[in-house]
Structure formats: structure tokens, C-alpha cells
């Protein structure tokens, strides 16, 4: 069978699964996730979003799937509010350019949030610089509507995209995240370098968070934490994994 045909089915056949990546704090305390998507298929094991996310673009297929994950990273909140621990993760997900794109995004989202009562304010969707240059009034509105519920926006892949800095100023963006590309160079050139600490105080300056992506060394934790940014993600702090298999304590240390 086609893959898209296969992918139809997984939904029906509830083969997809969320892993979730924790993002930390300066002193290594897990403060939320980032949903990340996975196919747990029959015949060929656990598949990466890279194999079937782009291909789910492609035939639109996109735009169930991703209700499906912000259904899923949605109970998943409500479940982790009922821990004391827990109770205050963020969690970030991904959004394709075709899903935000679709007319019943934003009832899409409404809808997810309210079935769940899950609290928007710990809902983070992540964009992409490229899919927010076309009909920019249009995504600002979607943005501010959720916005006004409580839903926050990061800037997904910061710096590898085409937004000039007007275009950010316009969005109502709550969060850089650095793409992890500059991080793994950070250290090796000068040049990786200087983009990071531009990222940062670009950050600073627009009163924007800050995350850095692909942490793997403890030494560009330090040098990252030394430009002033103060939220990581990566494999120092550890991979994706279901949410059984997290050690999601609030407030604990790596
Ligand atoms: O988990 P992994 O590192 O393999 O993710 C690879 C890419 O797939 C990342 O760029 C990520 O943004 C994307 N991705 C992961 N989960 C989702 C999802 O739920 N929806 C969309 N649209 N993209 C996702
Ligand atoms: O594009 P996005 O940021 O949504 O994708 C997250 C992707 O980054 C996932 O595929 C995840 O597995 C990968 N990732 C997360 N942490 C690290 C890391 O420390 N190093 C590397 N090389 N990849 C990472
Ligand atoms: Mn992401
Ligand atoms: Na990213």
C-alpha cells in the first residue's frame, strides 16, 4: 500500500504516538515539552515525522493529523495538571505551513482546548519563519484570536528561514527558538557564534523568550548561558520519549 494510504489508516488504527522532548531551565529543571510526532507502524517500527510529515503536507492529509496531535498534547496537559509536579509544563507543538494555513485552524484549536480544558496559557504552537511571509494579515489575525485565549506562538527553526526583522515585528511571536544548527557550530566557528548572540539580543530587545535548540555539551550550555539565554532543549537534557518514560518532576535537576 502507498504510504498515504498507510498514513490514513495509522489514524485510524491509532499507530501514531507523541514523544516529548523536555525544554529546561538555567539550572537544569524540566519547565515544559515539545510534542514531537511519531508512527508506530505494524511491519516497520517506530517512524520519524521526517518520513511521513512531508508527504502528509503534500495530499493534505496534514491538516487531521496535526488536530490529531493537538488532541493528543492537549489530554496530555490535563493529565499532567492533575500532579502537583507537573502541573505547570508548557507544551510546545508543531504546526505545519498547510495546517495553520486551513480556514478551520483556529476553531480547530479552540475546539481541541475546549474538550480537553486544557489551560491555553500552556499551549505553545511553533511556526516557521517561511509560513508566515504570505498573507501576513491573515496570520496575524489567527495569531491575535489565539493569542487572546491564552495560546502562545515560538518561532520554530529561528535563523535558517527568510523573515526580515519587520515581519517579526509585526506577529504577535512570544518565543525565539534558535535552530540547532547554530548551536552545534556555536563553538567551532566564529561565525555560528556571532549569529547565536545576535538571536539573543535580537530576543532581548523585542521582549521575546528565548530557547536554544540541539544543546548536546555542557560547554555550549555554559557559553549559550553565558550570551543570556536561559532556555534549552537538546540531548543533554534528553530525547523525546513517550510520557510514561519522562522524569517530568517540576523542579527537578538533570
Ligand atoms: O522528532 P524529530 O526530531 O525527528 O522531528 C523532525 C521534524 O519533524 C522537526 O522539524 C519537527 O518540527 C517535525 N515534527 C515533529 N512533530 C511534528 C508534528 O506533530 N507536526 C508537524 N507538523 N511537524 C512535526
Ligand atoms: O525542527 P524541530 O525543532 O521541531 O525538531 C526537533 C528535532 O530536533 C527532533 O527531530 C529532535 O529529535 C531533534 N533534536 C532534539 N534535540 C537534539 C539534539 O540535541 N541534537 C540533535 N542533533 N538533534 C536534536
Ligand atoms: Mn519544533
Ligand atoms: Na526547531
Known amino acids: 500500500a502507498s504510504l498515504e494510504a498507510d498514513l490514513r489508516h495509522a489514524l485510524q488504527r491509532d499507530e501514531l504516538r507523541l514523544y516529548y522532548q523536555p ?3 538555567a539550572a537544569g529543571r524540566v519547565t515544559g515539552v515539545e510534542a514531537l510526532l511519531r508512527w508506530q507502524h505494524p511491519q516497520r517500527g517506530l517512524i520519524g515525522p521526517g ?11 496534514i491538516v487531521e493529523l496535526g488536530q490529531w496531535v ?7 496537559l490535563v493529565r499532567w495538571s492533575e500532579d502537583a ?4 509544563l508548557t507544551m510546545a507543538v508543531n504546526v505545519s505551513a498547510r495546517q495553520f494555513r486551513h480556514a478551520a485552524f483556529v476553531d480547530g484549536v479552540l475546539a481541541v482546548l475546549d474538550r480537553s480544558g486544557a489551560d491555553p496559557r500552556l499551549l505553545k504552537l511553533e511556526l516557521t519563519e517561511s509560513m ?3 498573507e501576513i494579515d491573515e496570520v496575524i489575525a489567527k495569531m491575535t484570536t489565539l493569542k487572546a485565549h491564552g495560546v502562545g506562538f515560538s518561532l520554530d527553526d529561528f535563523g535558517t528561514g ?5 515581519y517579526l515585528k509585526l506577529l504577535p511571536i512570544d518565543q525565539l527558538k534558535i535552530d540547532r544548527s547554530f548551536v552545534h557550530d556555536m563553538l567551532l566557528t566564529r561565525h555560528a557564534s556571532s549569529i547565536v548572540r545576535s538571536i539573543i539580543t535580537l530576543a532581548s530587545s523585542m521582549d521575546l523568550d528565548v530557547v536554544a535548540e540541539g544543546v548536546e555539551t555542557r560547554e555550549q550550555w555554559s557559553a549559550l548561558e553565558a550570551f543570556g539565554c536561559h532556555a534549552f532543549q537538546g540531548y543533554l537534557f534528553g530525547r523525546a520519549a513517550p510520557a510514561a518514560e519522562l522524569a517530568l518532576e517540576h523542579g527537578k535537576a538533570v
Open 85 to 88: 509536579d507537573s502541573a505547570r
Open 70 to 76: 493537538l488532541e493528543a498534547a492537549c489530554r496530555q
Open 162 to 166: 527568510y523573515s526580515s526583522l519587520s
Open 23 to 25: 525544554v529546561v531551565d
Open 51 to 61: 518520513e511521513f510529515v512531508p508527504q502528509a503536507e503534500k495530499s493534505g492529509l
Open 132 to 134: 508566515l511571509v504570505a
